[in-house]
Structure formats: C-alpha cells, structure tokens
C-alpha cells in the first residue's frame, strides 16, 4: 500500500460525458501529479501540482483539468470525453527534497468511454 | 524537452541475469529511476540515481552515467515473478518526472 488512494478504481462512460476522478496523496506528501496510460503506452505527464499551486503542465487536454485542494486532495476532471480518453490514470505524490524524491503511486482509476 | 529510450520487450531465463538499458535526453537533470509495473496494477519503486555510478539493492541493480545519459537496471537471480514491465524515468530540475514507453520482460522457465 503506497499510502496514495485514488477513487473511483473503475468507471463507465459514454462519449461526450465528463468524469471527475479524485487523489489524496500520502500523508505529509505536498507533491501531486497525474499521469495517463493507455494500452500499450508509457505513462504520459499531464500535471503537476505543489501545494495548491500548479507546478508544471505536461500533455494535458484542453478538455482536461485538475485542481488541488487546501487539504492536498486532487482531482482530475475530463469532458466532452472522446473513446481514445479510455485508459488508466494515476495519481503519485512525493515528497519534495526528500532523499531521493521518488514518486508514490495510486492504484488507478481505469476509464472506459463507450 | 525530455527523450527517454528503452527497448519494447525482453525475455530472459529463470535464474539468469538481465540487464535493460535506457537512453535519455533531458533539460535539466535531477535524478533517474526504475520503476516495476504489473500488467493493469500501480508502478512500484525499485531504485534510484543522481550520481554517476552502480546502485545495488539485492537482486537489482542500477548504473548511471550522467555524461553518456545512459541507465541500465540489472536483474539478478530470475524469478518468474520478475515478469513485468520496467520502467525508466528521468525527474528535472522542476521535480517533474518523465517515463520511458517501458521494457516488458518475460521470464521463461
């Protein structure tokens, strides 16, 4: 248990819907990040957040959006959701200028649009 | 930018040694690691590199060259449950985190 809980595990969505998908990072962890994996693929940067703040932007949709909260929880909006969005989304949080900094992992939260 | 490269898949023997390579380019460095993947399951951290240089935790090993922006992961001992997809990733300056397309090893008996 890396201590990161994502919700939902699962969902099912039809095209043009839009999902909201939730992250509370480790306890003390100020660091948020969201990544996307489709099949086959890498794990894809969308966004990063520190504190509230947003950090850093990767390959993020317009269609996307995330927010952090003043309790460090995130969330992940998609909309107008396309049936190529299908795919696995992680949260990970870190602790900044730790040791070795290395990211945590949420199980997923794995999205399917019909 | 960042370009991380590793090799599609690998398949290795029960109680070989195996050795994935990684490629990358990066503005601004500040760490490489190697991540474990099971199919459909959350990326586990396996190891960690800033300095040039060999890294060993048991039966994995990683190896840095900052100057040649290489990486390799050692795998010792195989077991069939090493079986999975290894992931290389490069942290910037920024502490953004960017990962290679990963390596899926199999492990034959």
């Known amino acids: 248990d890396s201590g990161v809980t994502q919700t939902p595990k699962h969902l099912i969505t039809a095209t043009g819907q839009r999902v909201t998908l939730r992250c509370s990072p480790r306890s003390g962890d100020l660091s948020v990040y969201w990544y996307q994996q489709s099949l086959d693929q890498g794990l894809q940067f969308l966004i990063q957040?520190?504190?509230?703040?947003?950090?850093a932007k990767g390959n993020i949709l317009e269609r996307f959006s995330a927010q952090q909260f003043p309790d460090l929880h995130s969330e992940l909006n998609l909309s107008s959701l396309e049936l190529g969005d299908s795919a696995l989304y992680f949260c990970?949080?870190?602790?900044?200028?730790?040791?070795?900094?290395?990211?945590?992992f949420g199980e997923g939260s794995r999205l399917t649009v019909l | 930018g960042q370009n991380i490269d590793q090799p599609t898949e690998m398949t290795a023997t029960e109680g070989a040694i195996v050795q994935i390579n990684c490629t990358y380019q990066t503005s601004g460095f500040n760490g490489l690691f190697w991540y474990q993947q099971h199919a459909g399951e959350a990326p586990t951290f396996l190891s960690y590199?800033?300095?040039?240089g060999l890294e060993e935790k048991g039966r994995f090993s990683s190896f840095l060259s900052r100057s040649k922006g290489y990486s390799y992961l050692l795998l010792k001992e195989l077991q069939m449950k090493d079986s999975a997809s290894y992931l290389c990733a490069v942290a910037n300056t920024g502490n953004q985190f960017y990962f290679g397309t990963g390596t899926s090893l199999t492990v034959i008996p």
């Open positions: 957040y520190y504190n509230g703040e947003e950090r």
């Open positions: 590199n800033v300095l040039d």
């Open positions: 990970a949080s870190s602790v900044v200028g730790s040791d070795t900094g290395e990211l945590f």
